[in-house]
Every structure is written in C-alpha cells, then in structure tokens.
C-alpha cells in the first residue's frame, strides 16, 4: 500500500491541489485586505477561465498556450468591470451589502452559464504534449503535474515582488491598512482597487484552467467548492496577508490529498468535513489566523 | 488663497459644522483652536474632501474643492496630516513617503524633497527601512509631517501635531513648522495647546460647538479675557 511511488504520487497531488488552492486564496485575500470584501464570486472567475480555455483550445487554430493567456486578460477585465458595476456603488456602505451583492454575482454567473452553455460537464482534452509523462529527479509524473505547480509559484513570486516594489503595489498594502488614508497621499484608490480586482480574477483565471487541466473537466459549478476551500485557506493563513494564503493553500493541498490518502475508504468521503474541522482548530488556536495580525478597528 | 464660505457639515444625523466661514492667505500659519468636539478636525475633513460638506461652498485659488475627488485636492497642493499621526505601520518608512510622493512626475524634485525632508528629521534617515509601526510616537509624527511634505503642500493642513508626544519633541516640531513658513508653506493648524498654537500662528478663529466664535490676530486672541480665560486657564 504505502510504496514508495504511492507517496510520491500523493506528494504531487497535494503539491497541485495546493498551487492551486493557493492561486484562488491569493486572489480573495488581496480584495478582502482592501475592501473587507468576502468575494463569493471568486470561485466563478475559475469557471469563466475554464470554459474560455476550452474554447481556446476546441475550436480556435491557436497556440495551446494561448488557452492561458487569452482567459487570464478576459477574466482580469470582467473582475475589474464586476467591482465598477456592482462593488463600487456600495462603497461605504455596511460591509455585508457587498458581500450579499458577490452573492448575487456568483449565482447570476453560474446560472447564466447553466442557461447558455447547459449544466452538462464537458470534457477537456489536454495537448498531447501536456499529458506525457516524464521522469525527473527520480520521480515519474505528468507534464502537467509539473507545469501547475511551476506556474503557481512563478505567479506567485512575480505578485510578491509586484507588491513589495512597485508604487502600486505599495499603494495596495497602504490601502489595507486605511484607505481613507491612501487619499490622502494623492493616490486614486479607485484605480488602486481596479488592479487588485484584476490581479485577483486574473489569477483566479489561470487556477480555473489549470484545474480543468487537472481533472479533465468544465461545469457551471466547478468553480463553487475550489472557492469555498481557498476562502478556508485565506482564513487559515491570516486573510489579508498574501503569504499567508500561499500558505494556508499548500497546508490545504497536503491536508487533504493525505487525508484521502492515508484514511480507510469509509472515512476519506469526509475530505471537505475535515477541511473544514481544520479550519476550527487553526482558529481556535490562532483567531487571526497562521500570520494574519489582529484587526484593528478602522476608522 | 483658501476661502471656506458658511460650511455645514453632518456626521449621519449630527450637525456637526453649523456655518464655518474662514479665509486663509498665502504664506500665513492660521490656527484653529477651540475644546474637544468645537468641529476643528471636521473643518480638516472637509477640506480634505473626506467628508462631503451639505452646503456652503470651500474655494482655494479659485477653484471650487467641494465636488473633487480626495486625490485630486492633494495634487492641487492641499496636503492634509491627519491627527493622530496615521502612518502606515506595515510599511517601511521610506515607502511612507514614496507613496506620498507617488503622483509626481517630477523624478529631481521628490529626490529634493527627500533630502529635505531627511535635512529635517534626520532620524528618518536612519530608520529608513523600519517599518513605520516600529518608530516611537515622536518619530511617527516626525514621518507623519514628512509624508505630508512629499506630496509638495502649498496648504498645508496640520491636525494636532503635538498630541500626546514628549516636550522636546513638540519643541522640535514646532520649529520644523516655523521653518515651513519660512520657506513659503502656508499652514492651516489645528491645535489643542492653544498657547503654542497662539505663539506661532499670525492669525486665528476659536471654534465653539460647529461655530466660528471669535477671530482675529494671534496676538490679539492671545489678549482677549474671554480666550484667556476659555482656552489658555486664565
């Protein structure tokens, strides 16, 4: 049972699972930091990047990658038209009307697809070149494997120095501090909230396609769980805090790849359960999370 | 240069400015003093384009400021230093003042800024790369006032600069004010210690429960029984 190559294949799983746990968690912290904004739509951006990439990749003549790319932009500019029409007219209003609204968002998205495109899955056939399998550093897995997780962590480097070194991205850490006052600094926070709706959604995107990728498949609602587990990822690793959520992602891939992997059949059903009783122990712990800091109330 | 016409401001259902009407002219430190709850930091607000006037109108050099967007009052040059210092603890000192910085193109210009700033508050310099959430309230005031100046005041709005800091170092800042006018910064400054706030401005208004009391030269406040005995203990 516990071979070798069973470990590692699990190791792999749990490597994916996370990278892309990962991406979504980045996606929701980054907004909730700014607007205290619980983003329920964000799963979908995962749906609407899947479904483009199948598009892409079914009946245009382009490049495979281009399955990547083209979602990524598209996804990025509905995030940031989704902020200006429905988020932004409820600025400063109480904070769950924005979250009721990302609601309405998430449903008017998945019941439109259902509308338009049917609620039957539809099967992604992954390039050839992607399916092979090859050996590394001893270790035999897809090309696929290999191109989610080197693709998270790139992404994931490429944001953290984004945020670390530029105007902009200083600009998004002041804003999670207090955006009044960012404003008072000169800086249009509009446009700064536009960017992390992009960033966001953008990266909710290339989760979206690499999962299709992963599991062979796009549905209205494949986006729904994957959200719900990065939302418990964000929160585990401190939601607002960008390492943290890369964290909470992995810690959430390797919790529950090895969960199923290691429980009897009878109890590893209970996979999202136990996601969930993760969450409550992280939280009894540490309330604010794994590097989250103490909110502090703002004005 | 900047002139507030019968400003009425609410915080929801309270009335919180009830007819501000105040002038201020290039190059003057005008003060505004008055108790707690009197509207000095709602009149700041509102200049600042944080809070939204119900009426009356706010001109700087012509120009109607009551519709404008926050960031687009800053670049005309009114530079609001929130009270109670406000810096951004997670992030560095120098990023403070980059992003206060952020809308100017002039690249010459904010590296002299820079150095004048670090010129008067050299400790900035050595704490460039700290987080500011790791200065003293002090040097946290000290990096408020120089954000503020990286953003090129010409009216510069001061809240409260030396809340809760040590006597040396309200010394230090009020002389860093005095040294602004001198080059030419004019200050809107909002002051509980209405004694150093009389010393150093040229002109004043008292403000009372949303109103304008009284108004005049520093000096002459400074003089009047009823100030005196209001704001300066007797």
């Known amino acids: 049972m516990l071979t070798p190559s069973y470990l590692i294949q699990q190791f792999i799983n749990a490597l994916n699972m996370g990278s892309i746990y990962a991406l979504v968690a980045i996606g929701l912290t980054v907004v909730y930091g700014i ?29 495979a990658w281009t399955a990547l790319l083209i979602p990524v932009f598209v996804v990025a500019a509905l995030g940031v038209l989704i902020e200006r029409l429905a988020y932004r007219p409820l600025r400063g209003a109480p904070e769950v009307a924005m979250l009721i609204t990302s609601l309405a968002v998430s449903s008017l998205i998945e019941n439109g697809a259902t509308m338009t495109l049917t609620a ?33 962590v790139a992404l994931m480097i490429a944001l953290s120095l984004f945020v670390r070194r530029t105007t902009i991205g200083i600009a998004m850490r002041a804003c999670s501090e207090n955006v009044r006052v960012t404003q008072l600094m000169g800086i249009d926070v509009n446009r700064v909230i536009a960017v992390a709706f992009a960033i966001s959604a953008g990266l909710a995107a290339v989760a979206g ?23 418990v990822a964000a929160v585990i690793g401190g939601i607002g805090n960008i390492p943290g959520a890369m964290l909470g992602g992995y810690l959430l891939g390797f919790a529950e790849v090895f969960f199923v992997a290691f429980m009897p ?20 712990v540490r309330p604010s999370g794994l590097l989250g800091t103490r909110e502090v109330n703002r004005a | 240069m900047l002139s507030v016409q019968d ?79 406000q810096v951004f603890a997670r992030l560095s000192v120098i990023e403070n003042l980059r992003l206060a910085a952020a809308h100017r193109a002039d690249r010459a210009g904010i590296a002299r800024d820079l150095q004048r700033v670090y010129d008067l508050f050299p400790i900035l310099a050595q704490r460039r790369d700290q987080y500011a959430g790791t200065l003293s309230g002090g040097e946290q005031q000290m990096l408020a006032i ?54 150093l401005a040229d ?21 009047d029984p009823a100030v005196k005995a209001a704001y300066l203990g007797g």
């Open chain 2, 203 to 223: 002109r004043a208004y008292v403000l009372e429960t949303g109103y304008v009391k009284t108004h005049g030269p520093a000096h002459a406040l400074a003089d």
């Open chain 2, 146 to 199: 120089g954000r503020a100046l990286m953003s090129r005041p010409r009216l510069l709005l001061l809240d409260e600069p030396s809340l809760g800091l040590a006597p040396l170092v309200v010394e230090n800042i009020f002389r860093v004010i005095e040294t602004l006018r001198r080059d030419g910064v004019t200050i809107l400054l909002v002051e509980q210690n209405a004694y150093q706030a009389l010393r």
């Open chain 2, 7 to 85: 400003l009425h401001v609410y915080y929801g259902r309270i009335h919180a400015l009830k007819g501000v009407s105040l002038e201020v002219h290039a190059g003057e430190i005008v003060a505004l003093i008055g108790s707690n709850g009197a509207g000095k930091t709602t009149t700041l607000t509102a200049l600042s384009g944080l809070l939204r006037p119900r009426s009356g109108s706010i001109r700087f050099e012509a120009q109607d400021l009551t519709r404008l967007p926050v960031h687009q009052i800053v670049r005309l040059g009114i530079v609001h230093c929130p009270e109670g210092r």
């Open chain 1, 265 to 284: 059949p009878e109890v590893s059903g209970y996979r999202d359960a136990f996601v969930f009783v993760l969450l409550l122990v992280v939280l009894l």
């Open chain 1, 120 to 152: 039957q899955p539809r099967p992604v056939r992954l390039p050839a070149e992607l399916v092979q399998r090859v050996d590394a550093l001893g270790i035999n897995f897809a090309v696929m494997d290999g191109v989610i997780v080197a693709l998270a």
């Open chain 1, 209 to 231: 396609v690499l999962w299709s990728g992963k599991f062979g498949i796009v549905d209205p609602f494949m986006g729904f769980v994957p959200g719900l587990k990065a939302f």
């Open chain 1, 35 to 63: 607007l205290r904004l619980i983003n329920f739509a964000h799963g979908d951006m995962m749906t609407v990047g899947a479904y483009l990439a199948l598009a892409v990749l079914s009946s245009l003549a382009l490049p």
